[in-house]
């Protein structure tokens, strides 16, 4: 059986058993308006699904449950007992079809017509089972045909598997410290070694079992572009790209549907039949691309057409005849603004409704499914020319990037897509006022109602030396608030799991996480949080005046040029180009450690490392020579990007480690590298610009001296000679290094710089000037000032 059809069937059986208990609850409570709403999606999802996969009785039947389902969501009609007792007879035929078509059973159609009249007209009558007749044709084909024995492997049971490394990791986290308490042991530091790349090996391939290629996600759009441009009597020329690309599995069917509708609009709604093309200038033959690409931790979709694109004039127009629009508010709004219109439920451009589109049921539905997954749905509209809609989700759903965040002596965690920016409530920039006993942040001219987590949570709000901080949340209609909390404490990549029902059904929490502290964490929900704040969450002139104060505020941003790469660890950061002096491929032999940090031999010295790195699985190293006044250093990278304009003040201020925030280049978000702690950091030394002497070793000869001083000079940077030079071509800067008298008087004669060494650690009296030869910083500082 074709893959697709086999998951289309197990799914619809999946959801009919589901779906069966929430029938009988919405025939005892009529006005239950979520459940209506499930029982409408199912019906429209089978119709939309069954379309290109050649199921027309699955479609006729859907179709007429779905057309009975609006018009009592319309209020049109009344949920009587004979409208439920037809839509469950419709479920049952349904399931009966799956059934037999998994089976390759043949299943008689002499009822369809009796059932859909049944719901059309519903009055008291029984609704005859069709389930003899299924039973009698499956039991045809069962016993010659067993069908392939398979199983459907839950992602439930991969995330078990997944936690249960995780667990392990922390847990090989608090057995390494308790070994470093310890005294060292080599046997059990050798065993434990053997176990952390156990861990790390399962852990690296349950994560593989979890990824899929997009392909899956690309190979129903060809059958459905054929099917539907057939249908609509329109030519389309499909592109797909960017298959080979892998995400999460569950991530791949959370984006089925979405991806799916966004490409039956484009056939409906955007591309034009074709004597409208050829009325308009364009070729007969529409064009449809759908691109799958990673972008760091995220997949980038984009869909573009070449159609007619949004009409946004249509769109406030429907806004204002639903009541969602005040034309007052309409005549403030900006392009982007009416744009944004088309994820308001129950909105739709088209002018009757078909099998294809047309109910409302659209993209808001889109918009909600992806931002549930922690993505976000961009719309690039060109009047006329095109739509390209452009969808960015997680390349896992089990890993986030997050800030960990203090409220109320607890710590939480919030994901960093959320978040817009972040201030210290001592700022210049910021003013809160409270009106009408509403809190509101004013930040750079733009307001902002504002709430304090501890008051949402209940939680006592704790007294503090330091300022507390203020969080710009995004919301779900697209206006930010401004969040209190004591404190951002840091940012990092959090591993997210589902929290206990009785803490979901609070509203506030979207999961729970456990860093490697073993302590875990509740997961902010941006939007149930401004939820239980009773914050606006409709569009109305606020919105239009944000959006205007927005665009004030950004205008005079000022940027500068920033290096956009890629870290050995996979983040994207930024960095100012500035301190760039340039870039280069090193040998990885080159680099190594010392003393717990890393360094590379550059132009016979030894130059830090700034990010710590001294082991690749390459021999070719990419690095970024940096150079602040006299300080310089090696940062190794996995990639370098492109070139870029970043703001001269990151979009969200975080200052932590090397990090100073995070700023949104092009739609992704960005770690920007600060130039001040990232040299702070370096190794307590300056660059020296004037020619430094030789080190002239006189004991050539001697094995201490070969074996054991030169190398400790050339690690220090210096140029070692062995022996003097016989024809006293020397550099007053040269340094002679020597233990014995006759050596001393020729470098005198020379007029070098003469360190005397000893093999006592005492001085033979007050008049020696020697140095003990195991004396490493005497011994550095005499060569530095013989060399100045």
């Not at 007053?732 to 003469?754: F, H, K, N, T, Y």
Request: glycine share 8%; hydrophobic share 45%; with cysteine.
């Amino acid at each position: 059986m074709d893959e697709l059809l086999q998951e289309f069937i197990s799914e619809t059986q999946e959801t009919l058993e589901a779906l069966a208990g929430e029938v009988i609850a919405w025939e005892a409570d009529p006005s239950d308006r979520d459940r209506l709403d499930a029982i409408f999606r199912f019906f429209h999802t089978v119709k939309g699904s069954c379309g290109f996969l050649n199921l027309p009785r699955f479609e006729r039947l859907s179709h007429a449950a779905e057309d009975v389902l609006s018009e009592i969501r319309a209020g049109n009609r009344q949920a009587d007992a004979a409208t439920v007792s037809a839509v469950l007879g419709l479920m049952d035929r349904i399931g009966e079809l799956a059934e037999a078509v998994a089976m390759g059973a043949a299943l008689p159609n002499e009822n369809d017509d009796y059932l859909i009249a049944a719901l059309s007209a519903p009055v008291e009558r029984s609704v005859p089972s069709a389930a003899p007749v299924a039973e009698a044709a499956v039991a045809q084909v069962a016993a010659r045909q067993a069908g392939p024995r398979t199983i459907r492997l839950p992602l439930s049971l991969i995330d078990q598997l997944m936690n249960g490394v995780s667990d392990m990791v922390l847990a090989r986290n608090e057995l390494s410290r308790k070994l470093r308490e310890r005294s060292a042991d080599p046997e059990l530091d050798t065993v434990f070694e053997r176990l952390s790349a156990c861990v790390a090996d399962m852990r690296d391939v349950i994560s593989k079992t979890r990824m899929q290629r997009v392909d899956r996600l690309f190979a129903a759009i060809p059958r459905m572009v054929r099917d539907l441009g057939r249908e609509l009597g329109k030519r389309i020329d499909l592109t797909l790209e960017g298959g080979d690309v892998e995400m999460d599995r569950e991530m791949v069917e959370m984006v089925v549907d979405p991806l799916t509708h966004i490409v039956r609009n484009s056939i409906d709604h955007g591309i034009e039949t074709p004597d409208k093309r050829r009325a308009r200038g364009k070729p007969e033959v529409g064009k449809l691309r759908v691109e799958a690409r990673q972008s760091g931790n995220q997949i980038v979709i984009a869909i573009a057409d070449d159609g007619a694109g949004i009409d946004t004039a249509r769109l406030v127009e429907k806004a204002i005849a639903a009541g969602r629009l005040t034309p007052e508010a309409a005549a403030r709004m900006s392009e982007q603004d009416r744009l944004e219109l088309i994820f308001q439920p129950g909105l739709s451009t088209a002018r009757q409704v078909t099998a294809i589109s047309g109910r409302g049921v659209g993209m808001d539905v889109v918009r909600a499914n992806v931002e549930r997954i922690g993505g976000v749905i961009a719309l690039d509209n060109q009047p006329g020319q095109g739509l390209c809609i452009t969808l960015r989700v997680p390349l896992t759903l089990t890993i986030i990037p997050g800030l960990i965040i203090r409220a109320g002596g607890q710590h939480f965690a919030i994901p960093r897509s959320a978040v817009v920016e972040i201030l210290h409530d001592n700022n210049d920039m910021l003013q809160i006022s409270e009106v009408a006993g509403a809190q509101i942040a004013t930040i750079r001219g733009v307001r902002h109602s504002m709430i304090a987590l501890e008051d949402v949570l209940g939680m006592e709000k704790l007294a503090q030396a330091g300022p507390r901080a203020i969080m710009v949340v995004r919301s779900a209609t697209g206006v930010p608030f401004a969040m209190g909390v004591a404190a951002v404490d840091n940012h990092e990549e959090l591993v997210i799991r589902p929290a206990s029902p009785l803490v979901m059904a609070t509203g506030v929490y979207a999961g729970m996480t456990l860093p490697d502290n073993g302590k875990p964490m509740l997961l902010l929900d941006a939007a149930g949080l401004a939820n239980a704040a009773r914050l606006p969450n409709i569009i109305d002139d606020r919105a239009a005046q944000w959006q205007e104060e927005q665009d004030d505020a950004k205008a005079g941003v000022e940027m500068v040029a920033a290096l956009r790469f890629e870290e050995l660890t996979g983040e994207r950061r930024l960095l100012k180009l500035s301190l760039i002096e340039r870039v280069e491929d090193i040998d990885a032999r080159l680099f190594g450690r010392s003393g717990g940090r890393a360094f590379v031999r550059l132009d016979g010295r030894l130059m830090p490392v700034a990010n710590g790195h001294d082991r690749f699985d390459r021999d070719k190293v990419s690095a970024l020579r940096l150079r602040g006044d006299q300080r310089e250093a090696c940062y190794p990278v996995a990639a370098v990007l492109d070139i870029v304009d970043m703001p001269l003040v990151p979009d969200m201020v975080a200052m932590h480690g090397l990090l100073s925030g995070i700023s949104v280049i092009d739609g992704e978000h960005l770690e920007v590298l600060n130039p001040f702690a990232l040299f702070a950091a370096l190794p307590e030394e300056t660059l020296d610009e004037r020619p430094r002497g030789r080190c002239l070793l006189a004991d050539s000869d001697d094995g201490w001296t070969r074996e054991i001083l030169a190398p400790l000079l050339r690690q220090a940077g210096h140029d070692v000679m062995l022996g003097l030079p016989a024809d006293a071509a020397v550099d007053p800067r040269d340094v002679v290094l020597c233990s014995g008298s006759d050596a001393v008087q020729a470098a005198e004669i020379m007029g070098c710089r003469v360190v005397q060494l000893r093999t006592s650690p005492r001085a033979a009296g007050p008049q020696d000037g020697s140095i003990y030869r195991y004396d490493q910083d005497a011994l550095m500082a005499a060569i530095a000032s013989g060399q100045g």
